[in-house]
């Protein structure tokens, strides 16, 4: 999985989709070359193990070339749920111990949200097999190149402000892949039902990233 990750050097964000355009929606991404999808957990949500499974299952129609990754997951049950439903990867805006060693001692590969040095080498000590380094806004690729300076043995990702005009910048600074939503499928192409702009975007960031 971790092969695939570097591979394809972008992952898919699904961040409360609605589940009535989440077809047409995918399999936009799909046809636009997209191979990692990653659906986030809503916490705040009573429901959301069933909504993400309901996306996931709409998802694994695909073909048997995509990757599933679970985000969000800031709660232990939400790992299981993942791993039940087909998941290889957890994924977190946090770094939290219980949450790392519980997705390895599951055989998931484990990417957790850091930001200062001592997060990043927390998470990567604690068992994560890729850091995301998170929130890295646009501006925030100096930040991002003084940080991994001393810690260039440590796998990453880059989430949170990952757009089509710097997604190159990141890589460039060593990141493994990209990750972006808001920014591939954006609130206007998703108001508009505009399937064929999510797939271009998405044929965009795939021509960027993939390795």
Request: aromatic content about 8%; proline content about 4%; overall charge negative.
């Amino acid at each position: 999985m971790i092969d695939i990750i570097k591979k394809q050097g972008f992952i898919a964000i699904l961040r409360h989709l609605p589940l009535e355009k989440a077809e047409k929606t995918v399999k936009a991404l799909y046809d636009g070359g997209i191979r990692i999808f990653e659906v986030t957990y809503n916490p705040s949500s009573d429901n959301t193990i069933d909504t993400v499974n309901k996306t996931f299952d709409i998802i694994k129609k695909l073909g048997d070339d995509i990757s599933l990754c679970a985000g969000t997951v800031v709660k232990e049950e939400f790992v299981y749920a993942a791993k039940e439903a087909g998941a290889k990867c957890i994924v977190s805006p946090n770094t939290d111990e219980k949450i790392i060693k519980l997705t390895k001692e599951l055989g998931l590969i484990s990417i957790p949200g850091a930001f200062t040095p001592t997060e990043i080498m927390n998470a990567y000590n604690w068992g994560a097999d890729i850091v995301k380094i998170f929130p890295i806004l646009p501006d925030n690729i100096a930040y991002l190149k003084t940080v991994i300076s001393p810690l260039s043995h440590i796998p990453f990702i880059t989430t949170g402000g990952v757009r089509l005009d710097n997604a190159k910048d990141f890589l460039d600074c060593g990141a493994v892949a990209v990750a972006a939503g808001a920014t591939l499928i954006t609130s206007e192409c998703l108001k508009n039902d505009d399937y064929e702009g999510i797939m271009k975007n998405a044929m965009e960031f795939t021509r960027i990233c993939k390795g």
